[in-house]
Nanobody, 128 residues
Framework: QVQLVESGGELVQAGGSLRLSCVAS????????MGWFRQTPGTEREFVGA???????????YYADSVQGRFIISRDIAKKELHLQMNSLKPEDTAMYYC??????????????????WGQGTQVTVSS
């Protein structure tokens, strides 16, 4: 079955950096769009960024305005890993971060309802 396992979350000071990873298994890694979302208690999951499926090792990336220019999403296709490099972290970035995947060509990337599989999440805490 499809499994997504996130790691890399921890406590970090504002202005610092973290790199989250998501290891995917159970289906062809390059054939599916993948995304990162985050959630704080009592709120809905918030879109962070996403990549299109990879074609000849090439893919597009999309970001929420709140993280554009600070976060970078990448795929390590050989390892079947999705990464989220987070720079210039702010206290408002504190959240549980989830990776997700979905069948390609399902429209807007920022709609969590369009994603089929989710990981268990990894906690990122940014102290001021």
């Amino acid at each position: 079955q499809v499994q997504l396992v996130e790691s890399g979350g921890e406590l970090v000071q504002a202005g610092g950096s973290l790199r989250l990873s998501c290891v995917a298994s159970g289906r062809t890694f390059t054939s599916y769009d993948m995304g990162w979302f985050r959630q704080t208690p009592g709120t809905e999951r918030e879109f962070v960024g996403a990549t299109s499926r990879a074609v000849y090792n090439t893919y597009s990336t999309y970001y929420a305005d709140s993280v554009q220019g600070r976060f970078i999403i990448s795929r390590d296709i050989a390892k079947k890993e999705l990464h989220l490099q987070m720079n210039s972290l702010k206290p408002e970035d504190t959240a549980m971060y989830y990776c997700a995947d979905r069948t390609a060509h399902k429209g807007s990337y920022d709609d969590s309802r369009k994603y089929e599989y989710w990981g268990q999440g990894t906690q990122v805490t940014v102290s001021s």
